[in-house]
């Protein structure tokens, strides 16, 4: 192996919970791991499995999807939506050999900045021990990079 | 697409930023990037000169797309939306890479802060160059408001938006408006008489050139948006004509047919079946019950008829469907009152002795069925009386949440007994909540009084052979069991959503909170607002509350409403859900998932958005197997162009 293993996380975060939420940890200054690059969406009912799949196409070892507790939605009943689809898309990940622990589904409020801070660490610490999503695949490893 | 001239705004934030994140390296990343004309770094980018650089950009590079790099947009997308709308570059080309809260605050190593700020800039910029104009919708108002429920809430709440000048109308379903404190007889902790504090509010309400009372009236359907609801009411038949009817009442009182009066005397009472539900009853029309007036049942009687000095006795009348055009909506539906028949311990329905709260009110009340002799059932005046607490309340098996006005008027109850009687009252409550201005002087002066306090819920009431009643309870202060036979027991039964809540949550598109009660927007924040613009709340139907909160509660929904009236239009925000209709199989899987009942198919059979009723949340997008449902602003091609950017290599296959 040649340099250490930097994994590429994409988090998808709803603006009224988990943003906040992340944006507070920001605010109180708690550490985060840089791995983990957000995308703001409205709601985590946003987050199609196509989108997902793209993340894993353009190079994402891991994706996690966060969005407001179950009751808390800012859209009512968004986030039930995706409590439903990302086990789907999970299966179907394990169905094309990606390890569906490579995508995980978590909520946080707003006031739950350390919540953040904690599964964001969790979750980079999984995706270091699955290694290189391209190792999995048994794709050869990027020379060069862009 | 137009081809992108993008600049690119990476601000120091004081040294928020740039003591953790290159910003220089950052901006120079930014130059490389396809369509990016220009990159710079300022100190404050929200400051005025550095949104006057942004809109200098703009002007003289041709600037068409603009990413800011700074703090989160939570905190300033609209600033810098605006800056760039005052240039005449629409909004929604803007886009935001938060590298404060997300880089420079939430990392600890520069060089991998400077790193990430890189990408979340790059992800900015491809998104950026997707990015498509968006114009908000305005539509005009129609400044008339729909409150629904006339108890003190609603009444508080269509006399405040009829005093700032728009009409009402209030939508009651009884024949009288009043709600529950008209049964009333005091009011906790001064002690005034209900309907002498009510009454004058009833009247009000009764003759203001702006409010339209419905009484006998129930909320059938509601559509459209804030600004613009159309509703159909149902407004039953009373069998009077109520432009001819005076009020006098000689119907009532030459009508032969008696009939339990479950609703105003709470079971205590009797009323005719032509009634007014009591003397203060606004407006001053009977109306026939038609379930039990002998004409109704068995064809003959016309006594009300013969006697109705004004030929107001109709027995021909229909229920009118009236469609109301309003812009705003007010739910003041009240509470109902928990049936302690619910849980056996408590006896209730076993004894006649065993009163409800409410049953008291009556009882006490110079206006009910003893003229306010507190009498048992067989009508002696009682020598001990138990009242018990938290009957319902704060109790697993029943209701877990506090009542919060039990604790009032069970003292209430407790002094009026001593009051007006010499019985000895003992008083079995778990823990004393007198929360109120006033409450707990309140409490003080009841103890005074002479009440017995016994620490510990009433756990049981028994019927003796005798007919008297036993109660048993853990004293928690003595940790022992007492046992007091008595004549009266008082159960302070939990307040309740109303058992139509459901339905009248399904017709205005507004949530239920885990207790059952309507939900509000935010529970500390936007209280009497709901998820729903334009429909506001007031009173207990959003959870059990006092007079006094509930006027407080109601005042604020008025002012919301106000609010509104006075704006003279809304603006509906551009970033909606918009069909492709090529693309639209018509499968309905977004209707589905849609929260808001915002889409509907239209008569192709193809799936279509009442942007009015959208708020935005993609989640039918995300739904949607043809991909044929855009979330304007977060499109597919906009989220994978972010993808993209963040995730620098690009696989070939997957
Ligand atoms: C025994 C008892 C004693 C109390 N004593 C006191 C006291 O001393 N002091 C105090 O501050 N508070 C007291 N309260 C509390 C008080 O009753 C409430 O705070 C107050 O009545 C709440 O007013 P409201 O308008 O929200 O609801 P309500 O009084 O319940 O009025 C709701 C109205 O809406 C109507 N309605 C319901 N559904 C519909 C529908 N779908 N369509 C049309 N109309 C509808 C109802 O018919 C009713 O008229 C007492 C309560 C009880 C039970
Ligand atoms: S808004 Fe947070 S999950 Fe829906």
Redesign the interface.
Known sequence: MGEPFEP?I?AFLC?WCS??G??N???A????P?EV???????S???????I????????DGVLVLGCHI?DC?????NH?TAK?IPLVQRLLSY?GINPERLRLDWVSSAEAPKFVQITNEFVQTIRSLGPI?QE?G?PR?GG?? | MEEPRIGVYVCECGINISAMVDVQAVAELARRLPGVVVARVYKYMCAKPGQQMIQEDIRTLGLNRVVVASC???MHEPTFQQAVAEVGLNPYYLQMA?I????S?????RQ??T??AG??VR?AVFRAAYQAPLEPRRAPITKTALVVGGGVAGIQAALSIAEAGYPVYLVEREPSIGGRMAQLDKTFPTLDCSLCILGPKMVDAGRHPKIRLLTYSELEEVSGCVGNFRVRVRKRARSVDEQKCNGCGLCQEKCPTKVLDTAYEAGLGQRKAIYRPFAQAIPNIPVIDRQHCQFFTKGRCRVCEKVCPTGAIDFAQQDQILELEVGAIVIATGYALWDPAGLAQYSYGLSPNILTGLQFERLVSASGPTGGQILTFEGRPPERIAILHCVGSRDVNAKPYCSRICCMYALKHAHQVREKTGAQVYQFYMDMRAFGKGYEEFYQRVQEEGVVFVRGRGAEVDVLPDGKLRVRAEDANLGRLVCVDVDMVILASAMEPQPDTDRLAALCRI?RS?DGWLAEAHPKLRPSET?TAGIFLAGCCQGPRDIPDTVSHADAAAMHVVRLFNQGEITISP?VAQVQVEKCVGCGECIL?C??SAIQRNQHGKAEVNPALC?????C???CPS?AIQ?LH?T?QQ??A???G??????GT?
Not at chain 1, 29 to 32: A, E, G, H, N, T
Not at chain 2, 615 to 619: K, L, W
Request: with cysteine.
């Open positions: 590429r994409v603006n943003y906040t992340a944006d940890a920001g605010i200054r708690m550490k985060s840089p690059l957000p995308i703001r969406v409205m709601c009912g946003r987050v199609s499995p196509e989108m799949l793209r993340c894993f196409r353009a190079g994402a009751g800012h859209y009512i009943s968004g939506r689809r094309v391209r695949l794709l990027m990079g862009r | 989160s947009p939570r938060n404060r809260e997300h880089a605050w939430s990392t600890e190593d991998r802060a790193a990430k990408r979340l992800g949530g885990p998820a970033t998932v929260a808001y708020q935005g949340c993609g989640t997008a995300a739904a991909q979330s977060f597919d989220l994978v972010q993808i993209d963040l995730l620098e290599e690009v696989f997957l």
